[in-house]
């Protein structure tokens, strides 16, 4: 049965990040799958051929797919390769085995699957949609909450404890253990320093916001070393991460 893909629209949502290999081209960029749009199943599949195939039952659709499912498995298991219009399936042994053939720890069965001609003709049809663009090496504050009020929307009251989340956010020196620089940056661009820190974890950090600041539109910035979980390596030189709120 001929794959109709031409004309459609089939789009991957993706991430475009920073090449960290070729650190001395500020254009060359990776991207990855951000996240799979949903997890589909038989009952899916069934679903969507009795409504362009109307003379089709779901359920009875469901069963025969099931049933197919199960006897390629059957023929995988028994040493066969099973190839279909748009995938192939061949059995695979990683490990070591002794001189008896007797299989020794670390042994794995499994099974690879690669596209036939015809998926990666019609693959050539995806187009891609950027989602996010990390850069930074993907260190990103994501939001700004203050904890007493439960605001997520940026506004913040002086006094109260906030929590930053984000991805590799932990503000650190080089040492990778003593705290670095937290600030809130104002309008006039005058930096106020925040010494009072509750947490300071990769993903977390949480403060209490200094009484004394005006009110007004500020940049938090939180200025680091920390590159990886591991602590074990920090940046040569700090990242400055930015995240724009106001003070009431």
């Known amino acids: ?40 199943t038989f009952a899916d599949v069934a679903n969507e051929i009795s409504i362009e195939r109307t003379e089709y039952r779901p359920e009875t659709v469901e069963h025969i797919e099931k049933l197919a499912e199960q006897k390629i498995v059957e023929m995988l298991l028994n040493g066969n390769m099973f190839t279909g219009e748009y995938f192939i399936y061949k059995p695979s042994i990683s490990g070591v085995f002794d001189s008896k053939g007797e299989p ?3 042994v794995q069965l499994s099974i690879n699957v690669s596209g036939t001609a015809l998926l990666r003709e019609a693959l050539g049809e995806v187009k891609f949609e950027i989602v996010e663009k ?4 993907g260190a990103v504050i994501t939001q ?22 984000g991805r590799k956010i932990k503000c ?13 940056v104002s309008e006039l661009e005058v930096a106020t320093e925040i010494t009072d820190v509750l947490y300071n ?14 009110e007004g539109k500020y940049r ?29």
């Open 104 to 106: 020794r720890e670390g």
């Open 144 to 165: 700004v909450k203050d904890l007493q009020s439960g605001k997520t929307d940026s506004t913040l009251v002086r006094g109260h404890a906030v929590e930053t989340s």
């Open 172 to 184: 650190v020196q080089q040492d990778g253990v003593t705290l670095h620089k937290i600030r809130f």
């Open 1 to 40: 049965m001929a794959l109709i893909v031409k004309g459609r629209d089939f789009m991957w949502p993706v991430v475009l990040r920073e090449n960290t290999i070729t650190v001395d081209d500020k254009e060359d960029y990776m991207v990855s799958i951000k996240k799979y749009r949903s997890t589909k």
């Open 201 to 214: 974890e990769p993903s977390r950090v949480v403060f209490n916001v200094p009484q004394d600041l005006a």
């Open 134 to 137: 990390q850069e930074l090496g």
């Open 220 to 248: 938090l910035e939180i200025e680091t070393y920390f590159t990886n979980s591991t602590g074990k390596t920090t940046l040569k030189e700090p990242r400055v991460l930015t995240y724009n709120v106001t003070l009431i």
